[in-house]
Nanobody, 128 residues
């Protein structure tokens, strides 16, 4: 089993930046890909970004492409989400998740059902 702890959320103004972190502990000896998802009030959880174990494959939702960057440090079992040019529409609880397929098919990286473990989430609020 793996535990995921997100951090870095907060209250910012439109145009500001935030960097979210997700630290994994527990079953971290296997290769795994990681993803970020978000859920706004009254809406379904949606995909944001994902990265494979090697870091070679990355996938972004169209809504965040060119504004958000996902990265990882395997030595620290940590994945990051750098969020720039934030908009009020980015307001949501952000969740990280682990998929124990290190190099998944790109088409799978954005699908919640393929992820095995989830963190508790961190709130991001963007005011206009």
């Amino acid at each position: 089993q793996v535990q995921l702890v997100e951090s870095g959320g907060g209250l910012v103004q439109a145009g500001d930046s935030l960097r979210l972190s997700c630290a994994a502990s527990g079953r971290t000896f296997s290769q795994y890909s990681m993803g970020w998802f978000r859920q706004a009030p009254g809406k379904d959880r949606e995909f944001v970004a994902a990265i494979s174990w090697s870091g070679y494959n990355k996938l972004y939702a169209d809504s965040v492409k060119d504004r958000f960057t996902i990265s990882r440090e395997n030595a620290k079992n940590t994945v990051y989400l750098q969020m720039n040019s934030l908009k009020p529409g980015d307001t949501a609880v952000y969740y990280c998740a682990v998929d124990y397929v290190g190099e998944p098919l790109t088409v799978h990286m954005g699908v919640m059902d393929y992820y095995d473990y989830w963190g508790q989430g961190t709130q991001v609020t963007v005011t206009s």
